[in-house]
């Protein structure tokens, strides 16, 4: 089959779903939906804890009554087969990362009730001397399920243990509002995100939301209204639709204080500065934005995935090109975090075994549904009278491959995969350096700091027995403290810092409204943090039973309402349902 693949358009590949998506909210609908949250605001913003407690707890239930639906309709409109493995990643990137991210909430919120903050983990020292806070594992259960799995947070330059005490959970220790209404415009690719914001804007910073569904998954919508039904009644929370003229009509309407926004920097620029466009370019020289109130940003990447070189046998090579592979592959690499760049050592072997082993994982896959809007028009300019490319699976009507390029020159300056975030079923790979892993390193950085787009999230690889030799030691630490990236994972899944809700998400401080790169501004983050430069993740090289994310797992479709269920209240009971299901896998 031609590697060419003809998809619908959008319009009537979507209506071609079995999926009720709701239709545009009308202005007057909006409206209402404003005025009902401006009459919140002032209440919400003065709740008292223990009313925030009961109001955690009752969306945490109205989420865990919705799940299992919200799972089949986004299966549904994605198509995934329902009761196979496949179906666990609606699961993970939906359900648990909002069950655990509302208990998580609960905690802080009792932390603050009972000793006046919210609890974290060890304060330690970075190796260039400024704070760094142990988020993850939270409790015994974590520190079970993720076995030696660790999430960490840098702070920035400045934050003292006295200033982290003092100024953690700003909002309730030092309100600096009375009441605000924050618009969310939610993404259209994975379940969790939308709640997830939600969620971190009413707890963390104490603001009532309207929340937009982005038209890809507005059929997501109905779920979020049943299950924080509680919310709306009270007037903390709206839930409208429609696409850029609603979203264009919200974010400039006078009753909205702030908006936070998931999705592309083209999207985000539009709002801050207008149409592209001699006028844009006139107020950006003038820093004159259109908008003129805060807008928050987590706006995707040209995710890097440094492998250090190193003893790797072969199985543990595999194991992390299965990781890679996973980043990449899952949810049809429509994710922000998907790892898009390969950043290779010269001259080293293992450059091609690792090249080798993850299109054989990507080979054993089907390839999926291209459901994103715009998917095929990517992949083809992006893909195009190229000479290395490699297309991977048998791509049907609707889907595209699996698709590698080859041999991209480090120091092309017009190259578009360097600049551009490729939302489709694209990875591509370059090398520089060596095969010494300090050289490695220190050219890999610069590479990444300098010639890719984004600063949200990196993957490094590095080898346990490279660690324990100073040299290579001390130039790894000094690689995570360099990268300028809002997540970095070492060893793991990017996606886990994300769904543990503990560790904040966004990126890298210190865009600017003209250069927003990957936005500006972090979510999640459950201890409600400030002066966060980053949250590092790190993990063993391999880990067994396999993780529940590998493609090649078998039962976690079993294993993720399993996990989801637990979270509720972090349950052993339901712990040993869960090591059986990973065990089998």
Known sequence: MSAVIQLREFSSYAASLAVDAPLSSSQRQMDAGIARLREGAKTFAKLSLDQRIVLVNAMQQGFLRVAKRMVQAGCKAKGITLG?????????????????????????????????????GPVGRTIDDRLSVR?????????????????????????????????????????????????????????????????????????????????VNAYLGPYIEEAFAEAIRQNFLAVVYGGADEGRYLVYHRDIDEVHITGSDKTHDNIVW????PERETRMQRHEPLLKKPITSELGNVSPF????????????????EDAATSYLMNASFLCCAAKMLVLPKGWAGSDVFIQAL?????????????????????????TGRAQVKHVGNAMSGSLPWTFISGLDPNARDEPL??????CSVISETRVGSADPVEFLERAVDFCNNKLWGT????????????????????????????????????????????????????????????????????????????????????????FPKPGYFASHRTTHRMMP?????????SWAKVPGIVFDAMRG
């Open 359 to 383: 299109q054989e994982v990507c080979a054993k896959v089907p390839p999926r549904q291209a459901y994103y809007p715009g998917a095929e028009d990517r992949w083809l300019k992006l893909t």
């Open 84 to 120: 196979k493995p496949e179906e666990a990643e609606e699961w993970s990137t939906g359900p648990w990362g909002v069950v655990r991210q509302l208990r998580l909430i609960r905690e802080s919120l009792v932390g603050l009730k009972h000793s006046g903050n919210t609890p974290i």
């Open 135 to 215: 988020l993850f594992p939270g409790n015994a259960v974590d520190g079970m399920l993720f076995k030696n799995i660790s999430a960490e947070v840098h702070m920035q330059a400045g934050v003292t243990v006295e200033s982290l005490e003092r100024e953690r959970a700003r909002f309730y220790r030092q309100p600096d509002h009375d009441g605000r209404v924050m618009l969310v415009l939610g993404a259209g690719n994975i379940a969790a995100i939308a709640p997830m914001d939600v969620i971190s804007k009413m707890f963390n910073e104490g603001k009532v939301v309207l929340l937009k569904m982005n038209p």
């Open 274 to 277: 207008g149409p592209a466009g």
């Open 306 to 321: 440094i492998v250090v070189p190193g003893p790797y046998s072969d199985k543990e090579l595999r194991y992390q090109a």
């Open 456 to 543: 949200l999230n990196a993957n490094l690889i590095v080898h346990p027995q490279s660690l324990k030799d100073p040299r290579i030691s001390q130039a790894v630490e000094r690689a995570i403290v360099k990268l300028r990236y809002g997540v970095i994972a070492v060893n793991a899944f990017i996606g886990m810092p994300f769904v543990f809700a503990a560790p904040p998400w966004g990126p890298y401080p210190g865009s600017t409204p003209e250069d927003i790169q990957s936005g500006s501004g972090f979510v999640h983050n459950t201890s409600m943090l400030e002066g966060i430069e980053k949250t590092i993740l790190r993990a063993p090289l391999t880990t």
């Open 562 to 570: 399993k996990i989801v269920a637990m979270e509720e209240s972090a």
């Open 418 to 423: 360097y600049t551009q975030e490729p939302f």
